[in-house]
């Protein structure tokens, strides 16, 4: 337990980028560096987390301490990972409400993106191996890459892979048929409507006090469906426009301490809760945005092992996985576009990458390198 503590604790200092390089990390310390997991199984554990709203690489450091250690393993290996990252997110918002904003930030970003987009790279690269293992499974991680370019949401293009996946075999459409699919996706319309979602939110406005933040982002935690990358739109929608809690300018500087810190991108709400209430409502923001995870990996997590004995759930868990890959990839190439804008980080991002595969160096020294070389470009 303590080792497992102990990895998780430094994944939870060194793991920059969001929740793609977060994974790709795991993957390197639980399957290739210490050999706690195969890849296969690290593939079931990632696309199980996939269908759970929430932070995807919270859950999947849950569900991995879940398989290895039981129930403490989950609860150890979740907040191992949480609590740094929401440590360095306060101690930010501590600076920006005293100072008014966070110095260095935007340069040591235009450094470690290159460093990221390589890790992610690299992962993929590792992952694809045992994912796709048919050229029915290849054809299906190809048309999740496609949908992903076409603007169909995570959730969609999980739930679509998986049901696909699951058609190939015709014994399935025998016993089950169109019942299935239809009720999948109606629960995940329900769950997702803005019409839900808007009636939640007017009930959580009219809360006093901490009572009101802790629920926001319970519900945040709860129906948020694709990761830490579209926290911005979502909170915009409610703290910005709707209530007007924050302005513009202060959404986009805490989401942007959200990606510059390690961790996941969802201690966003640490800083969020420090601007509204202080230390109390930093502490009852990042509960409500996190606890829900918990919840859902402690009811989710015993049932992969039946996932993978059945043969259906097998070949739905199956199409999930390619799906998550495509997800990491078309992710990898959107920040691409933002993270590679000259020469510099373009060298930043092939040094990296050649380091990463050609050599045992840890990615967290990539990554220190390249905030080093954004805060020199800056001019700090």
């Known amino acids: 337990m303590i080792k497992l503590a102990l990895v998780f604790l430094k994944i939870g200092v060194t793991a920059f980028g ?11 310390e639980f399957v290739r560096k210490r050999k706690w997991l195969t890849q296969e199984k690290f593939l079931d554990l990632m ?39 929401a440590c360095i997110v306060l101690g930010l918002a501590w600076v920006y409400v005293r100072f008014g904003s966070v110095p260095g930030v935007v340069g040591a970003l235009y450094g470690i993106k290159p460093v990221i987009i390589a890790i992610i790279m690299q992962a993929i690269i590792r992952l694809s191996r045992p994912a796709f293992k048919t050229k029915n499974l290849a054809a299906i991680g190809v048309l ?17 892979a998986g049901t696909g996946s699951m058609l190939m075999g015709r014994d399935f459409w025998k016993k089950w048929g169109q019942k299935a699919i239809l009720l999948s996706f109606a629960m995940a319309s329900l769950i997702s409507s803005r019409e839900t979602q808007a009636v939640v939110g007017e009930a959580i406005k009219n809360l006093p006090g901490l009572n009101r933040i802790f629920l926001f982002f319970l519900k945040v935690g709860s129906i948020q469906f694709g990761s830490g990358y579209v926290l911005l739109a979502f ?21 942007a301490v959200g990606q510059f810190t390690p961790g996941p991108v969802f201690t ?7 601007l509204l209430q202080g230390i109390k409502g930093a502490g009852v923001a990042t509960v409500g945005i996190f606890l829900p995870a918990f919840i859902f990996v402690s009811l989710s997590g015993p049932l ?9 759930a097998g070949a739905f868990l199956d199409g ?51 905030a080093l070389v954004g805060y020199g470009k800056a001019g700090f």
């Not at 969001?18 to 390197?28: D, F, Q, V």
């Open 235 to 255: 909170l915009r929608t409610d703290l910005v426009e709707r209530w007007h809690w924050l302005t513009e300018r202060q959404l986009l500087d805490a989401t």
């Open 320 to 370: 999930v996985n390619v799906a998550s890959i495509a997800l990491m990839a078309s992710v990898s190439i959107q920040l691409g576009q933002a993270a590679l804008p000259d020469g510099v980080a373009g060298a930043l991002f092939l040094g990296s990458f050649y380091g990463l595969q050609r050599t045992q160096v840890h990615s967290a020294w990539l990554v220190l390198l390249g």
């Open 18 to 28: 969001g929740p793609s390089a977060h994974i790709a990390m795991m993957e390197t």
């Open 268 to 274: 966003t709400a640490t800083f969020i809760g420090y």
């Open 47 to 85: 696309g199980a987390t996939s269908l759970i709203p929430g932070p995807s690489s919270s859950e999947l450091a849950m569900v991995i301490g879940q398989h290895l250690a039981g129930w403490a393993g989950l609860a150890v290996a979740g907040i191992c990972f949480i609590f740094p990252a």
């Open 144 to 160: 999740a890459f496609a949908m992903s370019g076409l603007g169909f949401s995570g959730f969609q293009i999980l739930l679509s």
């Open 304 to 312: 992969i092992p039946r996932i993978r004995k059945s043969a259906f």
